[in-house]
Nanobody
Framework: VQLQASGGGSVQAGGSLKLSCPAR???????????MAWYRQAPGKQRELVAE???????NYQDSVKGRFTISKDNAKRTVYLQMNSLEPEDTAVYYC?????????WGQGTLVTVSS
């Protein structure tokens, strides 16, 4: 499975970004049955879970992003998304997509999000 996150950039506080992460070399049934997640790592900090989406459709968010971020996926496009609204300087980090399936735990290269005040 190959993942490549994109959509990061520099925005001012209060702005929005939508991250995308297409999954390649994964069959549709595996994609559908996988857990999807977004993590982030800020400078000098450990990687942390931001949002996750179970195969059954339930979601879980880090408290600091609840009500601002939304994780979703498009099975036909084999792509997972993270819509980020009302961005804050504390959201500045490298964001990574993650797919966990029965065959393994896969990470994509990150995309940098920088939020200025």
């Amino acid at each position: 499975v190959q993942l490549q996150a994109s959509g990061g950039g520099s925005v001012q506080a209060g702005g929005s970004l939508k991250l995308s992460c297409p999954a390649r070399r994964i069959i549709l049934s595996t994609f559908i049955s996988s857990r999807m997640a977004w993590y982030r790592q800020a400078p000098g900090k450990q990687r942390e879970l931001v949002a996750e989406l179970s195969s059954g459709g339930s979601t879980n968010y880090q408290d600091s992003v609840k009500g601002r971020f939304t994780i979703s996926k498009d099975n036909a496009k084999r792509t997972v998304y993270l819509q980020m609204n009302s961005l804050e300087p504390e959201d500045t980090a490298v964001y990574y997509c993650n797919v966990e399936s029965g065959s393994g735990h896969y990470w994509g290269q990150g995309t940098l999000v920088t939020v200025s005040s």
